[in-house]
């Protein structure tokens, strides 16, 4: 019987640990496609797509994606607006988050400056995924803005 029970609980364990969950292999990181406007003299940046990639085999639930400004002088980051990817990401695949809005002058810790744009996928950290180092990314070209003549 004592052999019997240690079988069973050999293949119980076993059958566990075959299950694939699901968060197991998901990878959120920066797609290579984006195109932004910078911000211009009323405050907006305009941002025409992004894309987010799950380069894991799993599908990710859904997660926020954050931009933000990042000076590079004081390495100071200004978190800006929240896009909420309510159905997730299959595995292996992008999305393109277009039309895509943001008013600096709706975040008043903004001081004037030069600042690179950035954005940061799952920025609630909600997803548990197999590189947690790669989320965040700062994108090509300088923005300076001046929330006093926006």
């Not at 003299?41 to 894309?51: E, F, H, M, N, T």
């Not at 595995?91 to 744009?117: A, K, L, M, Q």
């Not at 197999?130 to 994108?139: D, F, K, P, V």
């Amino acid at each position: 019987m004592k052999n019997f029970t240690k079988t069973i609980a050999a293949m119980f364990v076993a059958a566990l640990l075959s299950f694939n969950v699901v968060g197991q292999d998901i990878d959120l990181v920066q797609g290579l496609n984006y195109a932004y406007d910078p911000v211009d003299a009323q405050g907006i940046v305009s941002i025409d797509y992004i894309d987010v990639c799950n380069n894991g085999n799993d599908p990710a639930d859904p997660f926020d994606v954050t931009v933000y400004f990042y000076d590079e002088n004081t390495q100071d980051v200004y978190f800006l607006d929240t896009y909420r990817l309510k159905y997730g990401l299959s595995g292996e695949s992008c999305v393109s988050i277009d039309i895509w809005d943001v008013n600096v002058n709706d975040y008043p810790s903004v001081p004037d400056g030069t600042y690179r744009f950035g954005f940061f996928v799952d920025a609630g950290e909600e997803i548990s995924e197999t590189n947690e180092s790669n989320n965040a990314g700062l994108l090509a070209g300088n923005n300076i803005y001046n929330p006093s003549s926006a």
